[in-house]
């Protein structure tokens, strides 16, 4: 049976944060951000070993203790100025372990509150699928298209649009040649639809947020604390 990896390229300086620590190691419920997106994947009983992709000249990963993440955890510094770039440093990592059809799930270190019900949603319905998915929500809020100076110049019909989310699972061989033939696409499904081919879109929700703006961080928190209930200590979600 196919295995199920992960990779988390995380070597972004999250420059719309207006922050200058890193979003990925901002705290939130306790925790640097990050911890909380690695948990999620690192707990799940389908995944068998995450790795995280990070700068070379990173200087905040060791000033945490990461050992509670336990040891399907591994760190890779050789992440790129592109996501595409630390992506496939996170497959050459793989490589290794990884065989040719065994599933690789590339999720965004600013996305903390991803839950495991999407990550048993994405790994049941895609078990069989040909091409591989994507979580993703279809577009709820009229969509505007600007013009020059910033004013409305057209309502865009929103039927048949979705937004994408991560993680986006792919078999390993698959991504690897994807993103081998287009380097600069802003996502995995990018590559694997330059290759002619249709990922499948998997529903998530909107919990599944990523952390952008400084007001997401509020969002985010407050989502992980309502899964734990009103009596929950914050330490829990450690």
């Known amino acids: 049976m196919a295995r199920h ?3 988390v390229p995380a070597a972004g300086s999250g420059s ?10 901002l705290p939130l419920a306790g925790q640097p951000l990050i911890h909380h997106t690695l948990a999620a994947l690192c707990r799940h009983p389908a995944i068998d070993r995450v790795w ?18 336990g040891p399907k955890l591994e760190t890779v510094f050789h992440g790129g100025a592109t996501r595409a770039q630390s ?41 069989d699928d040909p091409v591989g998915g994507i979580l993703a929500v279809p577009v709820a809020d009229t969509l ?25 699972m792919f078999r390993y061989g698959t991504l690897c040649r994807a993103l081998a033939a287009s380097p600069d696409v802003t996502d995995e499904a990018g590559a694997i639809e330059a290759l002619g081919l249709k990922p499948r879109l998997v529903k998530g929700d909107a919990s599944n947020l990523k952390v952008t703006y400084p007001a997401d961080l509020s969002l985010a928190e407050a989502i992980l604390r309502s899964r734990l209930g009103p009596r929950a200590a914050l330490g829990a979600l450690a």
């Open 5 to 7: 990896y992960a990779i």
């Open 16 to 25: 719309r944060f207006g922050s200058d620590t890193p979003k990925q190691y």
């Open 52 to 69: 995280v992709v990070l700068s070379p000249g990173d200087e905040w990963w060791r000033e945490y203790d990461w050992s509670a993440l």
């Open 87 to 127: 992506v496939a440093s996170g497959l050459r990592a793989a490589q290794m372990a990884a065989a040719e059809d065994d599933w690789v799930l590339v999720h965004d270190a600013a996305r903390p509150c991803l839950a495991a019900a999407m990550i048993d949603a994405l790994v049941a319905e895609l078990a």
């Open 144 to 168: 505007k298209r600007a013009d020059v100076q910033q004013r409305a110049a057209a309502t865009v019909p929103r039927d048949g649009l979705w937004q994408a989310q991560t993680p986006q």
